[in-house]
């Protein structure tokens, strides 16, 4: 193949179509939509092969924190590789997964204690819900077997994932193959009445889960949540109240509760992880995405010494948790993840942060004002906003309409990569974006408001 025909679009679109089959897309759309083959990323640009610019505004799928091709990160990697790229982790170790264990457990409160590997955020999510349930077994609870997660919740994509799951365009085609899982209704402020706080609406709908817990508890190893944010589920949000009640109850009736931080850890919704804004301590926390900054697939989970206790035994007792994967607590990946906490340190980007979220709200406060918009929401670095057929009664329009892919367009052609779900246009910028930045983005997503809503 020559240098030349290598490098231009047209050709390596051709070439992956052949041979790449893409996530999350119906690869027909590619008959229409084009797909984009990306040459380099700097900080908050993505360039293609015909020398346009594109800022990544929704963070690469929200693994991204510094930007990309950040130069301190590259460099913390490049000297990993020097000296190892892996050694598997069962009986043997490395300074960087041992530095990152560490780390982690000294920004969790002070019952977290065990750092466990894995993957990347199904696989936390699995093997979190493994660990769960095992925990309950060495224990000598027999019945403990089910779990409860909430309406629109996401929590991957595996089958034990899926099955926590709630959301019906990734799930319902597979709902044979799922794990039974107990589903309580969603405390999604979106869907609160008029005359209700978030706060209020959000103490009523845990009474729902009050409920099921009491009635099902001795049946149910754990509750999985995605603290505050429902991201997947078209970013929908509710009151840190929720986890505080949520925590009182798991302790009463002895559940788990696991927080899925995968999405909203590392800073999105304004702390370091989003249940600090309750005040607890989950039994289990799981974290990937931004773990990296955004370079590798990375994932582990976070517990306490007496979920660890209830595993340290005699081997031929065999009640040691045997989960692995090949790749656990990758040196580079791990490297990776040092340098990009190195970075929260020495750049103060939690409260470097609170001064860009205080501007994207500021900026996208007019923006509640178009006759199509029934909602902008904000929890720190992720803003939200719903598109509405009808602003009164906040109809939405037919899914069918794909007026998300419209407002992706009209982003692409004005230099911004957003990546609306349904008609959720979000913004969940790496932190390293200026207000100025800022500013071209929203007013971009207003243009493409107009465009989709027409
Ligand atoms: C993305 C995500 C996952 C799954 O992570 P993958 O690395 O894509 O498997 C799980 N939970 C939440 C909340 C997520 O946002």
Redesign the pocket.
């Known amino acids: 193949m020559s240098k030349k025909e290598s490098k231009s679009a047209r050709d390596l679109i051709k070439r992956d179509l052949k041979v790449v089959w893409h996530p999350c897309t119906q690869m027909k759309d590619h008959e229409k939509i084009p797909l984009i083959p990306i040459k380099k990323g700097k900080g908050i640009w993505l360039e293609d092969y015909d020398g346009n610019q594109y800022i990544d505004a929704i963070s690469s799928w929200?693994v991204n924190l510094f930007g990309h091709s950040n130069p301190y990160i590259n460099k913390q990697i490049t000297k990993q590789l020097g000296n190892l790229e892996h050694v598997l982790l069962a009986g043997f170790t490395h300074e960087p997964a041992i530095n990152l264990a560490e780390r982690l457990i000294k920004l969790s409160p002070p019952k977290i204690k065990k750092c466990f590997f894995t993957d990347?955020?199904?696989s936390a999510?699995d093997a979190a819900m493994k660990m769960s349930y095992h925990y309950w077994k060495n224990k000598g609870f027999k019945k403990k077997s089910k779990f409860i997660s909430l309406s629109n919740s996401?929590?991957?994509?595996t089958l034990g994932?899926l099955s926590v799951s709630n959301i019906d365009l990734y799930k319902k085609t597979y709902e044979e193959l799922m794990i039974e899982s107990i589903v309580v209704e969603s405390p999604d402020c979106y869907l609160k009445d008029e005359n209700h706080t978030d706060k209020q609406h959000t103490e009523i709908m845990f009474d729902k889960m009050l409920k099921v817990i009491e009635k099902k508890h001795k049946e149910v190893s754990a509750v999985i949540i995605?603290p505050l944010v429902q991201?997947?589920g078209y970013m929908r949000m509710y009151h840190p109240i929720y986890l505080k009640l949520l925590r009182e109850a798991c302790d009463k009736y002895n559940i788990h509760l696991i927080a899925?931080e995968?999405?909203v850890g590392f800073g999105r919704t304004g702390t370091m992880f989003a249940y600090e804004q309750s005040k607890i301590t989950p039994d289990i926390i799981c974290l990937?995405?931004g773990i990296t900054g955004g370079y590798m697939t990375l994932s582990t989970i976070l517990t306490t010494n007496d979920m660890y206790d209830a595993f340290y035994d005699e081997y031929t007792k065999l009640n040691a948790f045997l989960h692995s994967h090949s790749y656990t607590a990758n040196p580079i990946a791990c490297s990776a993840a040092n340098a990009s906490l190195d970075i929260f340190e020495k750049e103060k980007t939690i409260s470097k942060n609170k001064i860009l979220s205080e501007h994207i709200s500021k900026s996208l406060s007019r923006i509640s004002q178009h006759e199509h918009v029934g909602d902008v929401r904000q929890h720190g670095m992720i803003a939200a906003i719903e598109m509405v057929k009808n602003k009164l009664t906040k109809t939405s329009y037919d899914w069918k309409e794909r007026r998300g892919v419209r407002a992706y367009e009209y982003g692409l052609k004005n230099n911004v990569l957003i990546r609306p779900l349904g008609n959720v246009i979000y913004f969940m910028p790496p932190y390293i974006i200026n207000k100025n930045e800022i500013d071209k983005v929203i007013n971009v997503i207003e243009g493409a408001i107009d465009i989709a809503t027409k």
């Open positions: 929200w990347n955020g199904s999510v996401y929590h991957g994509e994932s995605e991201c997947a899925d995968i999405a990937s995405k």
